[in-house]
C-alpha cells in the first residue's frame, strides 16, 4: 500500500468548514417572525375588511353580485387559516436554543416558499370566479349590456395587470425563500461560507 496521499484529498481535509453566524441567524430568526405576523395581520384584513364593506354598503348591491362576493369570502376563509398555519413557526413561539431557532427559520423558510407557491396559483381560481360573477350578472341581466360589457372590460384590465404584478412577485419571493433555506442548509451542513448579502 502507498503512503503517498492524493494532493487533492488532502487540501480538501485541510479545509475548515466556517461556522455559522448564530447572531445572524437569530437576528433573521426575529425579523422573519415579525414579518410573518404582519402578513397574519394582512390576511385576515383581506377577509374582514370586504366583509364589513359589503354589511355596510348591503342595499346599493345587487342580489347576485352580494352572493358572489360573499361566496369569495367564505371560501377565502380555509384559505387564509392555512396561511396562518403555515406560518405557525413565527407566531408568538419564543425559542431558549439556538437549536430551535435554526429548526424555526428553515420550516418557516420552506413554508414561505409554500406559502408564495399558493399565491402564484391562487389567481386561477380567482378568475374563474371573476368569470363566473360576470356570467351570472348576465344571465340575471342584472345591467344592460353595454354597461355590463364596460364594466367587464375595466375589470379584466385591472385585474390582468394586478396579477402579472402578483405572479412576478409571488415567483420571485418563492425563488429568494428557496435559495435562502439551501444556503442555511448548506451553511449549516459546513459545505460553504456564509456569504449573504
Known amino acids: 500500500m502507498s503512503d503517498i496521499q492524493d494532493p487533492l484529498s488532502q487540501l480538501w481535509q485541510g479545509q475548515t468548514a466556517e461556522q455559522p453566524d448564530i447572531n445572524a441567524i437569530t437576528k433573521k430568526w426575529r425579523w422573519t417572525k415579525v414579518k410573518q405576523r404582519l402578513y ?3 390576511d385576515v384584513l383581506s377577509v374582514v375588511i370586504p366583509f364589513v364593506l359589503i354589511w355596510q354598503y348591503m342595499d346599493e348591491l345587487d342580489i347576485v353580485t352580494k352572493r358572489i362576493v360573499l361566496a369569495i369570502l367564505l371560501l377565502s376563509i380555509p384559505f387564509v387559516v392555512y396561511l396562518t398555519w403555515l406560518r405557525r413557526f413565527s407566531l408568538g413561539w419564543s425559542s431558549e436554543s439556538t437549536e430551535k431557532y435554526i429548526q424555526q427559520l428553515q420550516k418557516q423558510l420552506a ?3 409554500q406559502i408564495a407557491f ?3 396559483h391562487s389567481i386561477w381560481p380567482v ?3 371573476i368569470g363566473i360573477q360576470y356570467f351570472a350578472l348576465f344571465y ?3 345591467f344592460p349590456i353595454e354597461k355590463l360589457i364596460r364594466k367587464a372590460v375595466i375589470s379584466t384590465c385591472i385585474v390582468a395587470v394586478a396579477f402579472i404584478a402578483i405572479w412576478i412577485w409571488a415567483d420571485k419571493r418563492q425563488k429568494r425563500f428557496d435559495k435562502e433555506l439551501l444556503e442555511l442548509n448548506n451553511l449549516l451542513d459546513g459545505t460553504i ?3 449573504h448579502k
Open 140 to 142: 340575471y341581466d342584472v
Open 40 to 42: 397574519v395581520c394582512l
Open 127 to 129: 378568475l374563474v370566479l
Open 193 to 195: 461560507t456564509n456569504h
Open 111 to 113: 413554508n414561505n416558499s
Open 118 to 120: 399558493m399565491t402564484k
